[in-house]
């Protein structure tokens, strides 16, 4: 008896100090690449995240996107002649106890017409 109530301890402990995430991502393309006329300078990404404790605290996902291009274009300012291409979103939560981590990042090739 008392070993299967120190294996149920053991698992519930096991199972409490696991964590999970989950991914999701999509793609769109902005700049119209039809012709040979542009050279993809880099690729440029921004980041935001957000943690809630007990479902408290944070950002909406919305704002957490919004935030994630402002990084973006903050960190990779687009000259003349420039534009982001093939942008994709990708979404990130972890969960771990009672605190769920959302990370947004934003990436986008930035391209230059000639």
């Given amino acids: 008896m008392k070993t299967l109530k120190f294996i ?18 999509m793609m769109t393309g902005n700049a119209a690449l039809s012709s040979n006329n542009f050279k993809v300078v880099r690729i440029a990404a921004g980041h935001s ?13 919305d704002a957490l996107v919004l935030d994630a291009k402002k990084d973006l ?14 942008v994709t979103v990708d979404f990130k939560t972890s969960f771990m106890f009672f605190v ?5 990042t934003v990436a986008a090739d930035i391209v230059e017409f000639k």
């Fill in 49 to 61: 995240k957000t943690t809630k404790i007990f479902g408290l605290g944070g950002l909406a996902k």
């Fill in 73 to 86: 274009l903050q960190n990779n300012p687009l000259r003349d002649g420039q534009a982001l291409s093939n």
């Fill in 100 to 104: 769920i981590t959302e990370k947004v």
């Fill in 8 to 25: 149920i301890a053991i698992a519930i402990v096991s199972f409490l100090s696991t964590s999970c995430a989950t991914h999701l991502g």
